[in-house]
């Protein structure tokens, strides 16, 4: 790079400088493993196993530990603890399942740790390039001397495995060497991981036997693997990419210098903003008052990541006139078509991932939530499509939705579009509200104007956001339906009382003011009526919280048909409406029932839900999870055959858990998989309108068998004896 060198002051140039040793007990050195980024640190799973005194290829996740782990080559400080974050298994090469103990390959064994507090100073993320067949790559023992390193090429790679031989001299690899960084010496980066060592049989030695043979996992395997464990974003990609398109792509590097003379054509202020952007990407910078050629800095700009944005960052704040601002949109134009170069600079891409990884550790649910909402026409990246996120997920999620497509929507003066990136922090800002969100708005204001798009753009996209935050599950009419009997009515008849919830929370009475018992198809015209009356236009689809007693909760309230007589179609209730049950007699029998409901719907978006599948063998075992490691569980998902199924719904609403999602219908555990297609572990405020979406199309596919019942007990609903006790003598009102 000429003007741009690596600082002399630097950790060492090959990958000690981000060697991490991994402590196992009585202090000794269990393995290696290597540091990615932030405070993440990436090393084997069989690494975490010895260091806790398991099995090497123990298959279990064995939780929120914590181990100790050092830096040997960058600081003479004592260990410091680490959590695991990322588990990925160690499991059979050739077959699925947990790996055989003995074995001599295996697949996934990965593992990913989060320091308490910042690394080292001088620590450094390496760059990563692929491995292949023929490099000549370096490991050193994970104690970190200098003169443990073992150097050796690597004779054959498939892609995900490369088996590495050594010469019969120097140091061989040993117990120790495993999760360290296996260093390209040509490359100047790390292409994979040390993982084992092909030993010869016991008894005496041949010549046909195999002699210092090791095996590692590559660059491209690591991030598949991350990838799908939804950490992809914390490995760098091949860094040989940039380099390459750069040294063919000599159209582009013309283009690029075009707007850079322009805006720096003063070799003063290229030296100025050279020198601030060296800074920001850990390269050193003369101090001679010389200035970089414009070839120079285009140089970096192309093969450095981040390095654009945060040059254009830099240029921002000096830009005062249109003729500045046209050739800077221009760059940032170009920027797009450069692989390295990214959104964010590198100091908003420091904020904002410190910033949502922060909210993410209170609400993992926060980001799936805001992203869904925000990008709703648009398939969200693969790290956002489940229901929470970890916060060491942060950085894969950040990273593609930097890539997502800008706003569809018009924009004025033919103006940047807004990002798909900001446009999500808009909606987690308007989701958290106070402090954090100001700062977040702050940040997205800043980076728009950065890239030139125009403030009306991100003034209704804020004012979206804003409507959106303040949304309810149903934002819509809420109906509130009690059903009751009494001992000598019909049967299946049962009487009804209705409310609707006014846009200020309280309810007022609604339907005739009989008591009369009444069948399915009866109630459902009388709440299809009074739903359909008070919607109002451009609302929600109503929601219908139908209270039940304990033998109501497997009633087909949804099936019943609410149309007239002489309608041409039927009117399932819940195809048209939200409909959810509750149960509160259940909790009446408990004296935290308040309590504990109160306190599991507040933090209902803090996790998944909880799976009660075949493994849940009993109601006890179930209360047991949800007094002791689900205490703060907000849903569950039931399966199982009725009478055992029903003994877990019981203990679901005894506990106070809000939302319960069943099959009336399934016989057994293994119709558990036709719930699928309601998405139980998605976005949890948008359930009700996935079970809704669901019962159309089961009403038109006769051959799907499954019925969706859901217990939707909204804390701040009011319930049917508390409305009686407030107005009993309410009449009919409209």
């Keep these: 790079m000429g003007w741009f060198t690596v600082p002399a002051d630097e950790p060492p140039a090959d990958a000690r400088g981000a060697l991490v040793r991994v402590v196992g007990g009585q202090a000794r050195t269990a393995g290696a493993g290597v540091y990615l980024t932030a405070r993440y640190l990436l090393t084997c799973a069989h690494v975490v196993n010895t260091a806790l005194g398991r099995r090497p290829l123990s298959h279990p996740d064995p939780g929120d530990v914590r181990l100790e782990v050092a830096f040997p080559a960058l600081s003479p400080a004592p260990a410091v603890p680490a959590r695991l974050v990322v588990w990925v298994a160690p499991r059979a090469a050739d077959r699925a399942g947990p790996a055989p103990d003995g074995a001599l390959e295996w697949a996934g064994d990965l593992a990913v740790l989060e320091l308490d507090g910042p690394p080292p100073a001088p620590v450094r993320a390496l760059p990563w390039a692929d491995l292949a067949t023929g490099q000549e790559v370096r490991t050193w023992y994970g104690g970190g001397q200098p003169f443990t390193y073992a150097d050796v090429r690597v004779g054959a790679c498939d892609g995900s495995v490369g088996y590495l031989d050594g010469q019969l001299s120097g140091a061989a690899v040993e117990?120790?060497?495993?999760?360290?960084?296996?260093?390209?010496?040509?490359?100047?980066?790390?292409?994979?991981?040390?993982?084992?060592?092909?030993?010869?049989?016991?008894?005496?030695?041949?010549?046909?036997?195999?002699?210092?043979?090791?095996?590692?996992?590559?660059?491209?395997?690591?991030?598949?693997?991350?990838?799908?464990?939804?950490?992809?974003?914390?490995?760098?990609?091949?860094?040989?990419?940039?380099?390459?398109?750069?040294s063919d792509d000599s159209g582009l590097r013309d283009m690029l210098a075009g707007p850079v003379q322009a805006l720096l054509g003063v070799p003063a202020e290229r030296a100025a903003h050279a020198t601030a952007l060296g800074a920001e990407l850990g390269l050193r910078t003369p101090a001679d008052g010389s200035a970089p050629t414009v070839e120079e800095l285009v140089t970096v700009l192309y093969t450095e990541r981040r390095a654009l944005p945060t040059l254009s960052e830099s240029v921002a704040r000096t830009v005062t006139d249109g003729?500045?601002?046209?050739?800077?949109?221009?760059?940032?134009?170009?920027?797009?078509?450069?692989?390295?170069?990214?959104?964010?600079?590198?100091?908003?891409?420091?904020?904002?991932?410190?910033?949502?990884?922060?909210?993410?550790?209170?609400?993992?649910?926060?980001?799936?939530?805001?992203?869904?909402?925000?990008?709703?026409?648009?398939?969200?990246?693969?790290?956002?499509h489940g229901a929470r996120l970890s916060a060491s997920a942060v950085p894969a999620a950040l990273r593609a939705l930097e890539t997502w497509p800008g706003d569809c929507t018009s924009v004025p003066n033919e103006t940047p579009r807004l990002p798909a990136l900001v446009r999500v922090v808009e909606y987690v800002a308007a989701?958290?509200?106070?402090?954090?969100?100001?700062?977040?708005?702050?940040?997205?204001?800043?980076?728009?104007q950065r890239l030139g798009v125009h403030p009306s753009a991100l003034d209704e996209r804020r004012a979206d956001a804003a409507r959106w935050a303040a949304?309810?599950?149903?934002?819509?009419t809420c109906v509130l339906v009690e059903l009751s009997r009494h001992t000598d009515d019909p049967p299946d008849r049962y009487r009804c009382s209705l409310w609707r919830v006014r846009d200020d929370g309280t309810a007022a009475r609604a339907g005739p003011g009989d008591d009369r018992p009444l069948d399915g198809a009866g109630i459902a015209r009388l709440?299809?009526?009074?739903?359909?009356?008070?919607?109002?236009?451009g609302q929600g689809v109503p929601m219908v919280a139908v209270a039940v007693g304990p033998d109501g909760l497997q009633l087909p309230v949804d099936e019943w048909d609410g149309a007239e007589p002489g309608e041409l179609y039927p009117a399932p209730l819940g195809e048209d409406f939200l409909v959810v049950l509750r149960c509160p007699q259940v909790r009446r029998h408990s004296r935290t029932a308040l309590h504990d409901l109160s306190r599991r719907w507040e933090a209902r978006r803090r996790t998944g839900p909880l799976i009660a599948d075949e493994q849940v063998t009993s109601d006890r075992e179930l209360m047991g999870m949800l007094k002791t490691t689900h205490r703060?569980?907000?849903?569950?998902?039931?399966?199982?055959?009725?009478?055992?199924?029903?003994?877990?719904?019981?203990?679901?609403?005894?506990?106070?858990?809000?939302?319960?999602?069943?099959?009336?219908?399934?016989?057994?555990?293994?119709?558990a998989a036709r719930l699928e297609p309601s998405r139980p572990s998605g976005p949890l405020e948008e359930l009700p309108e996935r079970i809704r979406h669901f019962r159309v199309r089961a009403h038109m596919d006769p051959a799907q068998a499954a019925r969706p019942a859901l217990v939707w007990e909204d804390a701040g609903l009011p319930l049917p004896d508390e409305l009686r006790l407030a107005d009993p003598g309410a009449g009919a009102q409209g």
């Design 431 to 448: 989701e958290v509200g106070g402090l954090p969100g100001e700062v977040l708005r702050e940040w997205s204001t800043r980076v728009a």
């Design 471 to 476: 949304r309810t599950a149903s934002a819509g």
């Design 527 to 537: 709440v299809r009526a009074v739903a359909s009356g008070a919607e109002g236009p």
């Design 175 to 246: 117990e120790g060497y495993s999760g360290g960084p296996l260093w390209s010496l040509r490359d100047a980066a790390a292409v994979g991981l040390m993982m084992g060592r092909i030993t010869a049989p016991g008894g005496a030695f041949s010549a046909q036997h195999t002699v210092r043979r090791s095996w590692g996992i590559s660059r491209q395997a690591i991030e598949a693997e991350l990838l799908r464990a939804g950490a992809g974003g914390l490995l760098p990609p091949d860094r040989r990419r940039g380099a390459a398109a750069f």
């Design 323 to 384: 003729g500045a601002r046209a050739e800077l949109d221009r760059l940032l134009a170009l920027g797009r078509m450069v692989e390295e170069g990214g959104l964010l600079s590198v100091g908003e891409h420091r904020k904002l991932l410190a910033k949502l990884t922060d909210l993410t550790c209170r609400d993992p649910g926060l980001l799936p939530r805001a992203a869904a909402a925000a990008l709703q026409f648009m398939t969200l990246p693969a790290p956002l």
């Design 632 to 671: 703060d569980q907000g849903s569950v998902v039931v399966h199982g055959p009725p009478k055992h199924r029903a003994l877990l719904l019981n203990v679901c609403l005894f506990m106070g858990v809000p939302i319960v999602l069943w099959d009336r219908e399934a016989v057994d555990h293994r119709q």
